[in-house]
């Protein structure tokens, strides 16, 4: 691992720790064993850092996605618990997004930031999509998209960061949306 990477190992590190506002320059370098000014040799600032760090962690997102694709096209819209609906490894990406997000509403390069990410991992997405089900518009599955990634979102935030399982009858609730949402899914 080289440097740029291992503070960008650092920063991940601290955010899941501490969080986007309490994590400092100085705690990254320390959990990275580095200088401050080593990081400044790498990284402007902080915002630089994050930039880096959310495209490292929408291209792992994308790689674990793009692998998964077909076992979650293949499922026919039969979730059984929530690690089917999103593998552990995306959801820990996402928690980090929604978290830088949250910056997202009071810094514009932060925003323009997570807006791209969000537009690469759509795109991906629509791709693959398309290349299971030619048939499908563009549009369309976007609004699937849209529509899934709420509930997504929202299994996240309830197991993640509330620490609430999910309730008994959310599963089958969960399945005959997903029937609604991609009538393919049940072929």
């Known amino acids: 691992m080289n440097r740029s990477e291992q503070i960008l190992t650092a920063a991940e590190q ?6 986007f506002h309490q ?3 100085q705690n990254i370098a320390t959990q990275a064993d580095v200088s401050i000014g080593l990081i400044y040799k790498y990284y402007k600032n902080k915002e630089a850092i994050i930039e880096a760090l959310v495209t490292s962690v929408v ?3 994308i790689a674990l996605l793009n692998a998964d694709f077909e076992r979650i096209a293949h499922m026919k819209g039969q979730y059984h618990e929530a690690e089917d609906i999103v593998p552990a490894a995306v959801e820990n990406s996402i928690i980090l997004l929604m ?3 949250s910056e997202a509403t009071r810094n ?6 997570m807006f791209d990410a969000w537009h690469e991992l759509k795109n991906n997405f629509i ?5 299971l089900h030619p048939e499908q518009d563009a549009n369309a599955i976007h609004t699937r998209l849209y529509v899934m990634s709420l509930i997504i979102d929202g299994v996240i935030i309830r197991r993640c960061m509330k620490q609430r399982d999910l309730a008994p009858g959310f599963m089958p609730f ?9 009538p393919h899914s049940a072929a």
């Open 14 to 19: 601290c955010m899941r720790q501490k969080g």
């Open 23 to 25: 994590t400092s320059i």
């Open 59 to 61: 291209q792992r997102m």
């Open 99 to 101: 978290e830088v997000s």
């Open 108 to 113: 514009n390069r932060i925003q323009q930031i």
């Open 127 to 131: 791709a693959q999509e398309q290349a």
């Open 174 to 182: 969960f399945n005959a949306v997903v029937h609604d949402v991609y």
